[in-house]
């Protein structure tokens, strides 16, 4: 089905190399990458994350330490992630407003540029990576009618679940209020509908999760690719195209933006489902989810009775089944469709570095 695109990758003037080429290491990627925006990306949220207000929060979670809270998890993630994943929606929209450049229409306010960004764009990138760690954060909230008597006091997980609304409520107002200060129209409607596509997938994804006996949607791949979007690409889809919203470029170069955010994001997503059934290690048992694409593309090959029959050995079933090699065909082709968007681009190193990070997020055994 993906098999013609993926084969014959993305072609033109400069043309960027096809996914069968390889690519350096996340972590390579992301450093480079780094320096070509001007700092790391760990500075992105440093205004907000450095504020009073938020000392406080983080004075009362650090009383969580020995309890079992998600809440825990996500904090250290702030301070350590061996893959920088947390800031990469930052960093792929500064990326993107450096690739595109000043256009025609924004040359009055040039000298607000630093390494080739605008400040507004900067901005941005901060207000994406706000949005995105405050949902983290609030999705760490437990479900205190599923608590068992090994996961600790009751009084704990309630502590948590108060620091993780109210710490996560702090990061999105912050992100509300810079977002009002770009003074964008356009703008704040963009990313207010990214934030409502946000809220609309997890409730999916929390309704669904809820309900006693449901091992596994009967859902196909179309739909979950609608899913995924707005749980996953929707923010930075909508992010890159607002960036060059700031910059006042054309429809076209606004819509290749969303284009690459979008499908790096698919991909990204499909790289991290695919983990579970392709990396090789000598204890295979690594956790995956029952609406993985993996998953939910062997569902479709295999039928939903026979696939229910198989949940007891699901993992072994899916490794034999087609549904991996599927899903590895769907990551290339939304790496490919991501790349084909940055042809519209012109040749830059921050146009190589978005393409280094689809090559990072496709490469697969």
């Known amino acids: 089905m993906w098999g013609a695109l993926l084969r014959r990758g993305v072609r033109g003037t400069g043309a960027l190399r096809c996914l069968s080429s390889g690519g350096p290491p996340w972590s390579q990627v992301v450093s480079e990458a780094e320096k070509i925006v001007g700092y790391p990306t760990s500075f992105m949220s440093l205004r907000c994350l450095l504020s009073d207000e938020l000392s406080n929060i983080a004075m009362q979670v650090r009383k969580l330490v020995g309890t079992k809270h998600p809440l825990l998890d996500t904090a250290r993630g702030f ?12 960093l792929v929209v500064l990326l993107i407003s450096k690739a595109a450049g000043p256009s025609t ?14 400040s507004s764009q900067r901005s941005l990138a901060e207000i994406t990576e706000l949005i995105h760690t405050a949902f983290l954060v609030h999705r760490g909230i437990v479900n205190i009618g599923e608590l068992k008597s090994c996961d600790g006091p009751l009084k704990d997980m309630q502590f948590g679940n108060k620091m993780a609304v109210l710490s996560g409520d702090f990061l999105l107002a912050n992100a509300c209020a810079s977002l009002a200060q770009l003074q964008n129209t356009k703008v704040v409607e963009l990313i207010s509908s990214a934030i409502g596509d946000l809220v609309q997938g997890i409730y999916y ?3 669904k999760s809820s309900e006693e006996n449901c091992l596994t949607d009967d859902i196909g791949i179309s739909r979950w690719k609608e899913q995924v979007f707005l749980s996953h690409s929707a923010l930075l889809a909508k992010s890159c195209q607002a960036a060059m919203e700031l910059a006042k470029h054309s429809v076209e170069i606004q819509d290749m933006a969303f284009q690459y955010g979008k499908h790096m994001s698919m991909s990204h997503k499909l790289h991290s489902d695919l983990q579970p059934f392709v990396k ?29 029959k198989q949940i007891r050995e699901l993992q072994e079933a899916i490794k034999a089944g087609k549904g991996v090699t599927s899903a590895i065909d769907l990551c290339r082709c939304h ?13 830059s190193e921050a146009r190589d570095a978005l393409a280094n990070i689809v090559y990072a997020v496709t490469r697969l055994p």
């Open 105 to 118: 229409a924004g040359l009055s306010f040039q000298h607000d540029m630093v390494s080739g960004i605008y």
């Open 205 to 207: 994804e929390n309704s």
């Open 79 to 90: 301070v350590y992630d061996s893959r920088n994943n947390l800031q990469m929606r930052g």
């Open 280 to 308: 090789e290690s000598s204890t295979d048992t690594m956790a995956f989810s029952l609406n993985s694409a993996p998953a939910i593309l062997h569902q479709e090959f295999l039928g939903r009775e026979a696939w229910l």
């Open 335 to 347: 790496g490919n469709r991501a790349l084909a968007a940055l042809e519209r681009f012109p040749p």
